[in-house]
């Protein structure tokens, strides 16, 4: 089974600082990529996922992430934090033709006003 | 007009009692899953259903049984409750197999075995 890997279980950044979370996937064959949002008592909702094409995927509230292959790897990224998105970030794997979707351990965004 | 619905939202129960989580989507979707939470936050896939089928059974013990009537309906049962049991489930549904389509999720049961 795929194994997902987030580095940081908790990560501080001051509101308009650079957020990244970090995400490494462990398959030799790349998977679908997602990652995944949840706020505080609320459900899972996507912020983007990559399956083919463009590396450099645009997601939902300013966040995109970027493929690299040779890295396994699909950090996500904003430019500039904001306080709404204090939050905990999932990253997700799902192998390609499969009814499956793996999580990672999760990420806890904290902004900093 | 919720996509993936869960009821109760919160459940509170003693140990050894047998209780069950109703999930529905509306959505026409043909995948559905259950997802348990830990106190971690971490999000362990515990079944996968595709057109009403058992596709994915991930070592859960065999106190939980999900039962799909329908594609638009995924229950869990679960019998002899443990405190281990204690967690939050999610039900999600996605609309196509292959692992292409984004999962849609429900709300939460908070469930809580005293």
């Known amino acids: 089974a795929q194994s997902v890997t987030q580095l940081g279980s908790h990560v501080s950044v001051s509101e308009g600082a650079l957020v990244l979370l970090r995400c490494n996937y462990s398959s030799s064959v790349p998977p679908y990529l997602f990652w995944y949002v949840q706020y505080p008592n609320q459900g899972l909702q996507l912020l983007l996922k990559?399956?083919?094409?463009?590396?450099l995927v645009k997601g939902i509230n300013g966040f995109e992430a970027e493929f690299k292959k040779s890295e396994t790897s699909f950090h996500l990224t904003k430019p500039s934090a904001h306080m709404s998105d204090a939050a905990e970030y999932f990253c997700a794997v799902s192998d390609i033709g499969a009814n499956n979707l793996f999580f990672g351990t999760g990420t806890r965004l904290t902004v900093i006003p | 007009d919720t996509a993936v619905s869960q009821t109760p939202k919160y459940l509170v129960t003693q140990m050894g009692n047998d209780k069950s989580i109703k999930c529905e989507q509306n959505l026409g979707h043909d995948t559905m899953y259950w997802y348990k939470q830990d106190s971690k936050k971490f999000l362990k896939i515990m079944f996968s259903y595709n057109n009403k089928e058992l596709i994915i059974n991930e070592t859960v013990p065999n106190r939980f049984s999900p039962k799909s009537p329908d594609k638009a309906h995924l229950n869990l049962h679960i019998n002899s409750l443990e405190l281990g049991d204690s967690a939050v489930y999610f039900c999600a549904s996605s609309q196509e197999g292959g692992g292409r389509a984004e999962a849609f999720f429900g709300q939460g049961t908070r469930l809580t075995v005293v």
């Open positions: 990559y399956t083919t094409g463009a590396t």
